[in-house]
C-alpha cells in the first residue's frame, strides 16, 4: 500500500484538559516519510518534535512528548489526536498548535474522525512500511497488574480489558476487530476520571481544562456535599448536588463499556508513536499510557537497531516464479544461478530465496575447514532479484539482460552459512529511466541484515 497523508488541512479550537487555556491546533498535510510532527507556534522559532516513542517524556493523565534538541518545546494530551490519525490510515501529518497541549474538545476522538472525513485522504509516491509482528510480545508491570500482549496476525485488532476497584465500574472489555469500524464505535468515547482522583489532581496542577462535558465523572465514594463543592470551586466549575452514586455527566454514556472503549482509543493513539502501523493483535489488560509508551518503545528500539523487518516467509506457498520461470528470464546458469525463487514482486519491490546448501561449488575454497559464502556473491544474488525486478517490467524479458553499473555502500554484516536461507529484498531507488535503474538490496537471514547494497544496473536488448 501507498503512503497517505491529508487531502486539505483542517483545524480544531477548545482549551486545554491541564492548562485550561484556549488552544488553536491545525492538522496539515506533510511529505512522504515524515510521519506526525507538532510543530509549537507559540514557542520562538516554531520548533518541531516528532511524535515517536523514545520521545516521550510523561504519561501522567496523558502522554507528553518534547523535542530532544529543545526541551521547552513539548506537547501533552496527544493521544486522541493521534488515534484518529492512525486509526483512518494516515502516515502523515504536521500538526501545528499554539499552547503546550492539545484541546480535549469533548474528551474523545470523534471530532478528529469527523474532520478527517470531511477534507478527505490524499494517496502519496511512497510506500506504507508495517511493523509486522512475527512473534509473541508482553510488556508488563507488575506493580499494578498491567499487561499488553501483542500476537502475530495477518491484519490489525485490539482487545481491551480494564478492571477497577470500584462498584460502579468494576471490569469492562471492548475490541476492535476492524479500523474502519473505528469512528463508529471507539472515536466518540469520552475519557474518565474517578471524582475521588479529581481533588488530587487539581493540587497537582493538572485537569485545570475538566468539567463534565469534557470527560466522564464516576462517583463511586460517598462524599459530603461540601466536599463535592469544595471540588467544583477547585476546578471553576457550578455546583453540583448529588444524591447517589453513579455516573455525573451532563451527557449520558453512549456505550454501556464508553470507559473500555476509551482505553482502547488511548492504546491506539500511544501505539502511533510507534512510527508505523502494526499488523498484529493486541491484548491489552488494565492498560494505561506508562504501559502503553513501554510497548511502543521496545517496538521502536528494536526498529532503531533494524530499521527494515526481514519480508514473511511462508514455504508452504506456491512462489510467484520457480526456478524454471526465473530461467525463462535470467541467462544464468550452474554454478551461477543464485536465485532459487520469488515469493513476492509489487511495482517497486521483489523478494527472492537462496536455499544455501553445503554443495554449493565456491565452499570447496572459502572456505574447506569453515564454509562462508562470498560476499560478492551474495552481492550478485542481489543482483541477480534485481534483474528480475526490472525485467518484468518490458515485454518479451527473455530477450533483454542486465548489467552492472555501479555498486555503492555494501556492508557485509554477519556470515552465510551452509543450511542458511537468504531472502533477498530489492526495491527501486528510483523509476526506471532510460534503462537504467538504481536499487536498494537487502540480504536477510532469520530476521537479521547480513548483507545490503546499493547498485545500479542497465537492461540491453540481446543480439
Not at 202 to 225: E, F, H, R, S, W
Not at 428 to 436: D, M, V
Amino acid at each position: 500500500m501507498k503512503q497517505r497523508t491529508l487531502k486539505a488541512a483542517f483545524s480544531v479550537s477548545g482549551k486545554g484538559l491541564h492548562t485550561g487555556v484556549y488552544i488553536n491546533a491545525t492538522f496539515r498535510p506533510a511529505e512522504p516519510n515524515s510521519g506526525y510532527v507538532f510543530k509549537r507556534l507559540d514557542l520562538e522559532g516554531e520548533p518541531t518534535i516528532l511524535a515517536l516513542a523514545e520521545n516521550v517524556i510523561e504519561t501522567q493523565r496523558g502522554t507528553v512528548i518534547a523535542s530532544k534538541i529543545n526541551k521547552d518545546a513539548k506537547v501533552s494530551t496527544i493521544e486522541h489526536a493521534l488515534s484518529a490519525l492512525y486509526a483512518a490510515g494516515i502516515d502523515n501529518c504536521l500538526i501545528e498548535v499554539d499552547a503546550p497541549e492539545l484541546p480535549i474538545l469533548d474528551g474523545s476522538a470523534i471530532e478528529y474522525s469527523i474532520k478527517i472525513d470531511e477534507v478527505g485522504l490524499e494517496e502519496q509516491d511512497a510506500d506504507r512500511e508495517y511493523y509486522v509482528v512475527k512473534q509473541r510480545i508482553k510488556v508488563e508491570d507488575e506493580e499494578t497488574g498491567a499487561s499488553i500482549i501483542v500476537l502475530p496476525d495477518d491484519d490489525f485488532s485490539i482487545d481491551t480489558l480494564i478492571e477497577f476497584d470500584s462498584a460502579i465500574l468494576p471490569n469492562q472489555f471492548a475490541s476492535l476487530n476492524s479500523l474502519d469500524a473505528y469512528k463508529q464505535e471507539i472515536a466518540g468515547s469520552r475519557t474518565f476520571v474517578f471524582m475521588r482522583e479529581i481533588l488530587p489532581l487539581v493540587q497537582n496542577n493538572l485537569i485545570k481544562g475538566g468539567d463534565l462535558d469534557n470527560a466522564i465523572v464516576i462517583y463511586d465514594t460517598p462524599m459530603k456535599q461540601e466536599e463535592l463543592d469544595a471540588i467544583a470551586d477547585a476546578m471553576n466549575v457550578p455546583h453540583k448536588n448529588v444524591n447517589e452514586l453513579g455516573y455525573l455527566n451532563n451527557k449520558p454514556l453512549q456505550f454501556v463499556n464508553e470507559p473500555a472503549r476509551h482505553k482502547l482509543l488511548d492504546v491506539l493513539g500511544d501505539l502511533a508513536l510507534i512510527g508505523r502501523p502494526l499488523k498484529g493483535r493486541i491484548v491489552a489488560t488494565r492498560p494505561g499510557h506508562t504501559i502503553n509508551t513501554t510497548l511502543a518503545k521496545k517496538i521502536r528500539a528494536e526498529l532503531r537497531r533494524q530499521n527494515v523487518q526481514a519480508p514473511v516467509y511462508n514455504p508452504n506457498e506456491a512462489p510467484v516464479m520457480d526456478v524454471n520461470k526465473i530461467r525463462s528470464i535470467l541467462p544464468h546458469r550452474y554454478p551461477m544461478q543464485l536465485v532459487d525463487k520469488v515469493i513476492d514482486i509489487q511495482e517497486n519491490f521483489i523478494v527472492g530465496v537462496k536455499n544455501v546448501t553445503a554443495n554449493e561449488p565456491f565452499f570447496t575454497g572459502h572456505f574447506p575447514e569453515e564454509p562462508v559464502m562470498p560476499g560478492v556473491l551474495q552481492v550478485e544474488a542481489m543482483a541477480q532479484v534485481g534483474g528480475l525486478l526490472v525485467l518484468s517490467s518490458v515485454d518479451e524479458p527473455e530477450r533483454y539482460s542486465t548489467y552492472f553499473m555501479k555498486i555503492d555502500n555494501v556492508k557485509f554484516r554477519q556470515k552465510v552459512v551452509p543450511g542458511d536461507t537468504i531472502l533477498f529484498h530489492v526495491s527501486f531507488l528510483t523509476p526506471l529511466r532510460r534503462g537504467c535503474a538504481l536499487m536498494r538490496g537487502l540480504a536477510f537471514v532469520g530476521e537479521k541484515v547480513v548483507s545490503e547494497a546499493e547498485f545500479m544496473a542497465q537492461i540491453i536488448k540481446n543480439k
